[in-house]
Structure formats: C-alpha cells, structure tokens
T-cell receptor, first 111, second 112 residues
Framework: GENVEQHPSTLSVQEGDSAVIKCTYSDSASNYFPWYKQELGKRPQLIID?????GEKKDQRIAVTLNKTAKHFSLHITETQPEDSAVYFCAPFPGANNLFFGTGTRLTVIP | NAGVTQTPKFHILKTGQSMTLQCAQD?????MSWYRQDPGMGLRLIYYSAAAGTTDKEVPNGYNVSRLNTEDFPLRLVSAAPSQTSVYLCASSYSNTTDTQYFGPGTRLTVL
C-alpha cells in the first residue's frame, strides 16, 4: 500500500500570510492527487486536485504543485483568512480504487 | 438534492452487539465507499462498491456490507468491539475513485 506523510501536522499563520502543506507518498504509480478540507464538525470536501500530467494547478487563493520525481505534492494557500482554518488531508491515488489519506494538517489562521 | 446522508448521527453500542449504519445518496453515483476516521489517523478505507450489485474487495473482519441498489450502501457491524469505536464516513462519486468524493456527515459510534 501507499505510505503517505503530511507535514506539518499543525500550522498557525497570521491572517493574510501564506500557508504551505506538503504531502509525500511512496507509490510511484500514483497518478491523482487531491486535497480535502474538513472544517470542525463538518464533512471533508474536495478543494483542489491535480493529475500526474500537470505540474501545477491554481484556483483563486489555492494552488497545488506536484513533483512526481521526488514523490511529493503541496497545497499552497495565499492571503489566508480565518475561514481557511480547518484540517487538510492529502489523498494520493495509486490505483486499485483506493485513496490513501494522510493524517491531516490542522491549519489555524489567527485574525 | 440531499447529497449523501447518514443515519444515525451518534450511537453507543455494547461489545458484542450488532448494528447497521445507513448511507444513502441521491446523485445517481456509481461508486460508494466507507471510511473510518480516528484522531491522528486520517481517513482509512473500510470498503468500496464500484456499482450496485457488485462486491469489489474482501470485507474486513467485523463488518458486513451490501449494495443492492444504486442509492443505498449500509455498513453492518457484526458483534461490535471497542476497536470499532470511530467516526464512520460514507462517500460517493460519479464512477470511480478519481472523481470528486462527496462525503456524508458521519456517524459517531462508541463501543463500550
């Protein structure tokens, strides 16, 4: 199976600063790389994803970058806002209908 | 659309008891799955169904699943154990794992 690590496990930033969360994986067959956001007491929701044929994808203040050679991908949030406070999960997909979720990063945006 | 719904929201079981967690979706999604979420462990896949009427992988010990139709995907705990204390999340997607996963609100289960 896939070994997935997320760093850092907790992250605090001042409102307006940027946040970066890194996800490393072990299976070189992985070809789909989503990030999910889970606010306190709520269900996880997909916020951005990337396929293996693309190196970077942006959606307003959120971006994901992929380094397939080094087997890691990162979530970038710019101009952070209090509503960005949540737990973020990466979930690389190596095939066989199984997403492997990371253990999560708790982001706190301090107003 | 209601999306993905789960019942109950909370439940307490005694060791050895059985119960069924309900999951339903009204988006005509083919792919449905069950995860458990434990503190510091992320989400761990329990089982998935790629389409109604199919069983796609070995069911882990202590669980039973069925997919008789497109909408419903119940998860049965057979003779519950304290190690099954967790938040159970159901998810669905259009046809496979790389489509957007839509999660239900979860069932918080405690086994005493």
């Amino acid at each position: 199976g896939e070994n997935v690590e997320q760093h850092p496990s907790t992250l605090s930033v001042q409102e307006g600063d940027s946040a970066v969360i890194k996800c490393t994986y072990s299976d070189s067959a992985s070809n789909y790389f989503p990030w999910y956001k889970q606010e306190l007491g709520k269900r996880p929701q997909l916020i951005i994803d990337i396929r293996s044929n693309v190196g970077e994808k942006k959606d307003q203040r959120i971006a994901v970058t992929l380094n397939k050679t080094a087997k890691h991908f990162s979530l970038h949030i710019t101009e952070t806002q209090p509503e960005d406070s949540a737990v973020y999960f990466c979930a690389p997909f190596p095939g066989a209908n199984n997403l492997f979720f990371g253990t999560g990063t708790r982001l706190t945006v301090i107003p | 659309n209601a999306g993905v719904t789960q019942t109950p929201k909370f439940h307490i079981l005694k060791t050895g008891q059985s119960m069924t967690l309900q999951c339903a979706q009204d988006m005509n999604h083919g792919y449905m799955s069950w995860y458990r979420q434990d503190p510091g462990m992320g989400l761990r896949l329990i089982y998935y169904s790629a389409a109604a009427g199919t069983t796609d992988k070995e069911v882990p010990n202590g669980y039973n699943v069925s997919r008789l139709n497109t909408e419903d995907f119940p998860l049965r705990l057979v003779s519950a154990a304290p190690s099954q204390t967790s938040v159970y999340l159901c998810a669905s997607s259009y046809s496979n794992t790389t489509d957007t996963q839509y999660f239900g609100p979860g069932t918080r289960l405690t086994v005493l």
